[in-house]
């Protein structure tokens, strides 16, 4: 909870991928809250208090989960709503003739994106959430020690690149300070 408050106010994109990171802890814990308070919440450096409120906060997350039928895979609407956002202001940048840098970035970064989603077969899936895909299944690769290819490397470098022009661009429209007109 505080680490998700901190990274919603300071980058979105983070924010995103640690939240999914808390999903996939609450299953990795087999949705046991008394589970999740030993492994996770005994860790936090913070008064009874703060644990108390960091408890109900995952209280409510495994309800979302399993209110939204996402116990086994998927998101909550939680997390799909910033996507959603991600991906309004997305394409309000592309259509705003003074964000050339974006633009670049983007279309720098799409034949990632479409090589990703041929490999992968999840051609449904909306560019913005393939590109979160990404980066978190290379993380998730990097965390458990196996190797990833030199091309998956760069590849993931051009789109954690995109993603933080993004999240930048969504820090500075929050904070009224985008003009897209």
Excluded at 132 to 151: D, H, I, N, P, W
Aim: charged content about 25%; hydrophobic content about 40%.
């Amino acid at each position: 909870m505080i680490v998700a408050l901190q990274k919603r106010k300071e980058n979105i994109a983070e924010y995103l991928l640690y939240m999914w990171q808390v999903e996939d802890l609450i299953r990795a814990n087999h949705f046991d809250l008394d589970s999740i308070s030993r492994t996770v919440i005994a860790q936090y450096d913070q008064p009874e208090e703060v644990k108390k409120e960091i408890t109900h906060w995952y209280a409510e997350l495994i309800d979302m989960m399993r209110g939204e039928g996402v116990m086994e895979s998927g998101h909550i609407q939680l997390n799909k709503n910033v996507i959603i956002q991600l991906t309004d202001l997305h394409l309000r940048l592309l259509k705003a003739p003074q964000e050339m840098v974006y633009q670049a970035a983007y279309y720098k970064t799409l034949p990632y994106i479409v090589q990703l989603r041929a490999k992968s077969g999840g051609t449904d899936l909306p560019e913005l959430e393939t590109a979160f895909s990404a980066v978190y299944g290379f993380l998730l690769l990097r965390m458990q020690g196996k190797e990833v290819t030199a091309e998956t490397t760069e590849a993931i470098k051009q789109i954690s690149a995109f993603l933080a022009t993004l999240a930048s661009k969504y820090k500075e429209d929050a904070n009224n300070e985008l003009d897209l007109e």
